[in-house]
């Protein structure tokens, strides 16, 4: 493969040793910028490189991070090159680095982390990348498509042994994002208690159940009751926006048609805050039109009402999940409760009765105040909104 190795000086000597290693594998390594002339030349050829490189390897620590740093512009040339990382980036952290320092771009992937020796581990996972890539032109050429699948799929497993495939699609289609296990802050003390859950890894789909997704469940199902304003949908043009008046049974049993659940609170909440505790999926500031679809008061939920689902890159999640604020509330599994157990603090699912499903992200109506990342809401299990709407989970591995 042809690697673009980006790192800042002060990790010099790491890279030299990754750029040997890699080497030793065989791979045309773009590495020492040290002999490049200065200038716009410097800069044309650093583009020029990562626009052709098959990965570009990110050695990360705080000062690739720091203003002024190249490592900055590097990153911003992969993203304007690259329609999506997964596959085409490998962000390796050398030293502890806060996340909300680190690009978006970058979580939009699973971080590689070794607590031993990093040159092997980064060795180890560049091999797993072009074991995939390999696999994946050798099926393409057969022309199967079931295998094509099988091969999407395999390009993802980027990182070191034993985690899961950064993205997964699922039985209908859909992708689906790994949330890694580990702990994040739930709550804030307005909304709820702020406390410290532990999460175990799972898959989030990327993108709200679509009208089209659901159109192909109604129709192998056939005894499923459409959604509310099913009647004003226009498949061919509107395929792509979320569906909406649907009820908590309607979203369950989708997720079940389709192999999968409905998300947890907790899981829901994690995948929208990352670790830092953030207000909103895509950080702290204020919504805007860029970040979510809310405020619109749009009288036809198919017609002007909703958005097409990832069409608000700006508002994605640590984890690459859009539409997590605005566009469709969605329902979550747990059943509604204003107090919580002391101590029920690891992959918890609720109370185990109530009389509402608790609805997180806030809808198209909705003001900023109820698109934050910890907003709670709950409906009755019947309920049918125009601006409700849900996505799936399954567990990894």
Not at 42 to 63: K, M, N, S, T
Not at 147 to 175: C, M, N, Y
Not at 229 to 256: F, I, M, N
Request: glycine share 10%; hydrophobic share 40%.
């Amino acid at each position: 493969m042809r690697i673009f190795l980006s790192y800042p000086s002060e990790d010099r000597p790491l890279a030299e040793a990754i750029n040997f290693a890699l080497k030793d594998q065989g791979h045309d390594v773009f590495f020492d910028r040290e002999d490049l002339p200065a200038g716009e030349e410097f800069h044309g050829r650093i583009q020029a490189a990562i626009e052709r490189a098959d990965l570009v390897v990110f050695l990360l620590g705080p000062e690739a991070l720091d203003s002024g740093s190249y490592t900055l512009n590097e990153i911003e040339i992969a993203e304007r090159s690259f329609r999506s990382p997964s596959g085409r980036v490998l962000p390796v952290l050398v030293r502890p680095t806060p996340l909300d320092r680190i690009p978006a771009f970058l979580k939009a992937v699973t971080l590689l982390q070794a607590p031993g020796n990093l040159t092997a581990a980064v060795a180890d996972a560049v091999r797993r990348i072009a074991r995939a890539r390999s696999r994946k032109r050798m099926l393409a050429v057969s022309g199967a498509i079931a295998l094509a699948a099988l091969v999407a799929v395999a390009a993802h497993r980027l990182f070191v042994s034993g985690q899961p495939a950064q993205e997964r699609i699922g039985k209908d289609g859909a992708p689906a994002v790994v949330v890694p296990a580990g702990p994040f802050t739930m709550g804030d003390d307005e909304e709820s208690p702020r406390r410290e859950v532990y999460v175990g890894a799972f898959y989030l789909d990327r993108y709200e159940v679509t009208t089209a997704r659901y159109a192909r469940f109604l129709e192998a199902t056939g005894s499923v009751r459409p959604p509310d304003g099913w009647e004003t949908l226009d498949l061919a043009r509107s395929g792509e926006l979320p569906v909406t008046g649907v009820d908590w049974h309607d979203a369950k049993a989708y997720c079940q048609w389709a192999g999968k659940r409905l998300p947890t609170e907790a899981e829901w909440e994690k995948a929208a805050r990352g670790t830092d505790a953030r207000r909103y999926p895509w950080g702290n500031a204020s919504p805007t039109l860029d970040h979510a679809n809310f405020q619109n008061t749009s009288p036809l939920a198919y017609d002007g009402g909703l958005a097409a689902v990832g069409t608000h890159p700006a508002g994605r999640s640590p984890y690459g999940v859009h539409d997590l604020a605005g566009n469709a509330a969605e329902w979550v599994a747990d059943w509604y409760a204003e107090g919580f157990v002391r101590g029920d603090v690891r992959d918890p699912i609720g109370p185990a009765n109530g009389t509402g499903r608790v609805i997180r992200g806030g809808g198209r109506f909705d003001r900023e105040d109820r698109l934050t990342a910890t907003k709670r809401m709950y409906g009755s299990p019947e309920v049918r909104g125009e601006d409700i709407g849900f996505r799936c989970a399954q567990n990894a591995g």
